[in-house]
């Protein structure tokens, strides 16, 4: 499987925009490229994929390079409740299993 | 709520015993996997079930087996317990199993072996 590189951690204040980085150089072109969170005690959550265009939905948006070598996520406005662990993740061979890295945890300062 | 449901939400047990959890899938998927998460070893994919029938599998032990069932539940079962299966246990559903579909994580279930 593909490798993603995230950053350990990000800090970010209350109501700012926060961009999370995702670095994935050896990405085929059947790869889609996942994104999930966990808030604390509780499982993983969907929060947008795509493959090769810019996504939006409710929760962020998915910015995708040209070369799709690289990805960021965007929160728009960060609450709270978006402190958790992101996971960038590729899936496209094997059915679409996903192989969760260390992924980056984002504090919200208020 | 993803709307996946697991059961029990936490189990302990003693070394050697046999444990079941259990999954139920989102209403209309088909697919089902199961991840276990520790805290030295972060989540990993154990196995993937789609309509009934086996479809990857990850780390899983042999000591641990699962299967789909007709109406699409799934079961996760653990045997020759060891200390070192303490961990979550996460079930998700799918619509289908290609890339392009998203994961609804159910709860878990906190499994401690003592």
């Known amino acids: 499987d593909a490798k993603t590189t995230q950053p350990n951690s990000m800090e970010s204040n209350e109501e700012e925009p926060v961009h999370l980085p995702c670095n994935h150089s050896?990405?085929?072109?059947?790869?889609?490229i996942h994104w999930y969170r966990q808030l604390p005690s509780q499982g993983p959550e969907y929060v947008i994929h795509g493959l090769t265009s810019n996504v939006n939905n409710r929760m962020a948006s998915l910015a995708i390079a040209e070369d799709r070598k690289s990805s960021t996520l965007i929160l728009h406005r960060a609450t709270l409740r978006d402190a958790a662990v992101y996971y960038c993740i590729l899936s496209g061979r094997a059915g679409n299993k996903l192989t969760f890295g260390g992924g980056t945890r984002v504090l919200v300062k208020p | 709520d993803s709307g996946v449901t697991q059961t029990p939400k936490h189990l302990i047990t003693a070394t050697g015993q046999r444990v079941t959890l259990r999954c139920s899938p989102r209403?209309?998927?088909?697919?089902v996997y199961w991840y276990q998460q520790s805290l030295d070893q972060g989540l990993q994919f154990l196995i993937q079930y789609y309509n009934g029938e086996e479809r990857a599998k990850g780390n899983i032990l042999e000591r641990f087996s699962a299967q789909q069932f007709p109406d699409l539940h799934s079961e996760l079962n653990l045997s020759s317990l060891e200390l070192g299966d303490s961990a979550l246990y996460f079930c998700a559903s799918s619509v289908a199993d290609r890339a392009r579909y998203e994961q609804y994580f159910g709860p878990g279930t906190r499994l401690t072996v003592t």
């Open positions: 050896t990405i085929s072109g059947t790869d889609y």
């Open positions: 209403s209309g998927d088909l697919s």
